[in-house]
């Protein structure tokens, strides 16, 4: 995380309201898909042509539209910071602080949440997403046959991961049908604070989601960053 995390200080100037605000429109847009669709702009599947649906900086003129550093910069930048960078480079330095937080702040346990964020990722058919999911299961020390059995069938899920998880689906796909009793059932075993950021998760995940599917956008050329 050491090049995330000295990201998310350079920075003079973030929204970081109006993207979490962001975020939750997006959990509450999902709500006209139904449970078992995610959505239909697959990469790689939804046309012959797969490259992006814009020029792409690299990661200098990226650093370059980015509002000015206070001290770091130069590392290699996402793919979709430097899409986003484009036309709103606030809003790309804002996304940039809250990846960063949600990879790494908060307070759901880092393997869990890394595969929720997969769960997130894989309802929506976005194999850019699933990837950094799985770098940070991996990083997080899940060992792995823990991996295979959660890209493997749902049905054989740990019991532990299944309200979780299944949590996470729902708010990508159905959030309006989530029943009560589940919310209720995780808030018991893990508190409001973490169930909250667990609402927030997978509303950031649904709309990085969203960019990289509706952008086009490839993994970069060495992999997940860390």
Request: charge should be neutral; aromatic fraction near 6%.
């Amino acid at each position: 995380m050491n090049t995330l995390k000295s990201l998310v200080r350079t920075f003079q100037q973030t929204h970081i309201r109006t993207i979490v605000l962001a975020t939750m429109a997006c959990v509450l847009g999902g709500s006209g898909i139904s449970a078992d669709e995610g959505l239909d702009c697959t990469m790689g599947t939804s046309g012959t042509n797969t490259d992006p649906a814009i020029k792409v900086p690299s990661d200098a003129e990226g650093w370059e539209l980015l509002p000015k550093t206070v001290s770091g910069g130069g590392q290699p930048l996402p793919i979709w910071a430097r899409a986003v960078a484009v036309h709103l480079p606030r809003t790309a330095a804002a996304m940039l602080k809250l990846d960063y937080a949600q990879r790494t702040a908060s307070p759901v346990n880092p393997i869990l949440r890394a595969k929720m964020r997969w769960v997130v990722a894989h309802t929506n058919h976005c194999e850019y997403s699933t990837a950094y999911a799985l770098a940070d299961l991996k990083r997080a020390g899940a060992s792995p046959e823990a991996i295979a059995t959660l890209t493997g069938p749902a049905e054989k899920w740990p019991e532990e991961d299944r309200k979780p998880l299944e949590f996470a689906r729902l708010l990508t796909v159905a959030a309006p049908t989530i029943q009560d009793q589940l919310f209720e059932d995780l808030r018991i075993k893990y508190g409001e604070n973490q169930v909250a950021s667990m609402v927030l998760l997978a509303a950031y995940g649904n709309f990085q989601d969203r960019i990289v599917l509706g952008l086009q956008l490839p993994m970069e050329e060495t992999g997940p960053l860390a």
